[in-house]
């Protein structure tokens, strides 16, 4: 498949699954919502560390370092996820043939 044909069928697909898709999709989960961006999430804790404050109470906080997040991404795993919340199986045929034995690279800066 050419890359624009790819493009639009990606395009295609996403729309026709996005409803379902936001209706399962953490709320937090900022970095991957459309017209939501991570900077988002400083305002969270930001708002949560006052809050704290001002009840005297002591907020506890985990982050992680997700430098290497995208390094692997298991197809497989997220269809079988896609297909346990109940998603349209004729969309989750054309996921899993479409990222089958499917194999990417990111580059970063020129590396």
């Known amino acids: 498949m050419t890359p624009i044909l790819g493009k639009v069928f990606e395009h295609v697909i996403r729309s026709r699954i996005a409803p379902k898709l936001k209706a399962v999709q953490a709320d937090l989960q900022l970095g991957f919502t459309a017209g939501l961006t991570p900077g988002l999430a400083s305002i969270i804790v930001m708002e949560a560390s006052i809050e704290a404050d001002e009840l005297g109470i002591l907020l506890l906080m985990?982050?992680?370092?997700?430098?290497?997040?995208?390094?692997?991404?298991?197809?497989?795993?997220?269809?079988?996820?896609?297909?346990?919340?109940?998603?349209?199986?004729?969309?989750?045929?054309?996921?899993?043939?479409?990222?089958?034995?499917m194999t990417s690279k990111v580059q970063w800066r020129g590396n």
Do not use: E, G, P, W
């Open 62 to 101: 985990c982050t992680l370092d997700v430098k290497k997040a995208f390094d692997t991404c298991s197809h497989q795993s997220i269809t079988r996820k896609m297909y346990l919340a109940d998603f349209d199986l004729v969309m989750l045929t054309v996921i899993h043939s479409m990222y089958q034995n």
